[in-house]
């Protein structure tokens, strides 16, 4: 079973920045892509960036292309989120998965994190 533990998150200004990391347990062999989701209150789950473990396969939502840069090393992923906006305020959860997988689909990725909170107000 692989594990995913998030930290990063906070209550930031519109327009600062914050940098969230997911680090995977050390039985993350299987993981070939990880990513990050969020939550935001009363609505779905949304996909927000993802990367294969090569750093290639790279996706963005196209909410978040060019304010968010997201990269990996070894097993862990960063999202660095710049010019962030109140919009963006959410639970972020880390995800991996086993199949290479960098799509929008929450049922492409095997595993999730307990999420961090991200707050950005106006």
């Known amino acids: 079973q692989v594990q995913l533990v998030e930290s990063g998150g906070g209550l930031v200004q519109a327009g600062e920045a914050l940098r969230l990391i997911c680090t995977a347990s050390?039985?993350?062999?299987?993981?070939?892509?990880m990513g990050w989701f969020r939550q935001a209150p009363g609505k779905e789950r949304e996909f927000v960036a993802a990367i294969r473990r090569g750093g290639d396969g790279i996706v963005y939502a196209d909410s978040v292309k060019g304010r968010f840069t997201i990269s990996r090393d070894k097993n862990t992923v960063t999202l660095q989120m710049n010019s962030l906006k109140p919009e963006d305020t959410a639970v972020y959860y880390c995800?991996?998965?086993?199949?290479?997988?960098?799509?929008?689909?929450?049922?492409?990725?095997?595993?999730w994190g307990q999420g961090t909170r991200v707050t950005v107000s106006s």
């Open positions: 995800a991996a998965g086993t199949t290479g997988y960098t799509g929008w689909s929450k049922d492409g990725y095997n595993y």
């Open positions: 050390e039985r993350a062999f299987s993981v070939s892509a």
